[in-house]
């Protein structure tokens, strides 16, 4: 039952939990009035500290969707956040007027905090470099779907592997899948944390693989995770400069993966991927954008005990 549980990453959910979300975000794609209304009367908060496009609309269409309605935020400069006031205190006022709050902060552990100050559930919407639990059920429900099973795969990820926290998120819940591999593809200066690696991966014996090279790796990916170089979380332009073009997917790179690969993109997308890879039916990123409404219904359903 996850009626009146936070979402701060995805350890708090088990496996079973996660399914029946999958399930029902299959019956709701399948469906279109499955649980219309269900949420009539029931408010979301969404309080975006930072920028989205994807998360903060699909979770007020998915309120939407299911009969709900939704206040918030889109940036901090139009919150009290400017005069001063602290996060323990704008939580206790959302939670006091939304039944559900879902949040985006610059800071890694916001989330944690929020869910201590607050009366209803939080749902972390990426707390900076750490976690972004709900792109991660938006990932493993494309996978499911595309790939038919979420077990016995090997997982390439690729791009800025140490601030990008939706890798850090995927990486945690993969781990508790049977027969997962993963590969690691950055720069060196972009290597994954060592929580995610020794921390998790190892005790948790997930076999994985670090190296530079997209091209040696492609041909043994069932899915290739594409990322952006995280600019806002770099210290200095130079660097980011440097290192933002490290890999590009591009049609020649393609032709060296196996047919039934699928390339997925949390979005927004820079210059990692061609645009000519889109026509390519592997691309399967804007599917996954659609799926994470879908999986948001479910979730804030779920959460608010509507089903
Ligand atoms: C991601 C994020 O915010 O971490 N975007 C998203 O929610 N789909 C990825 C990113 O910004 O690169």
Redesign the pocket.
Known sequence: MLKGRHLVEPGDFTIPEMETLFSLAEKIEAEESYLRESCRGKLLATLFF?P????RLSFEAAMMRLGGNFLGFAEPGSSSAVKGESLADTIRMAASYADVIVM?NPKEGAALLASRYSTSPVIN??DGGHH?PT?TL?DLLTIKRLRHSIANLTVGFCG?LKF???VHSLAKALSQYPGITLIFISPPELNVPSYITEGILKKAGVPYCETDSLEKVIGNLDVLYM??V?RERFFNEEDYIRLKDSYILDGEKMKLAGQDMIVLH???RVNEIAVEVDEDSRASYFKQ?KY?MYVRMALLASILGVV
Do not use: F, V, Y
């Open positions: 930072e989205s496009t994807r998360t985006r919407a990426g972004h792109q938006t800025d990008g926290r939706t990322t952006r995280q949390p979005l927004p954008a994470g």
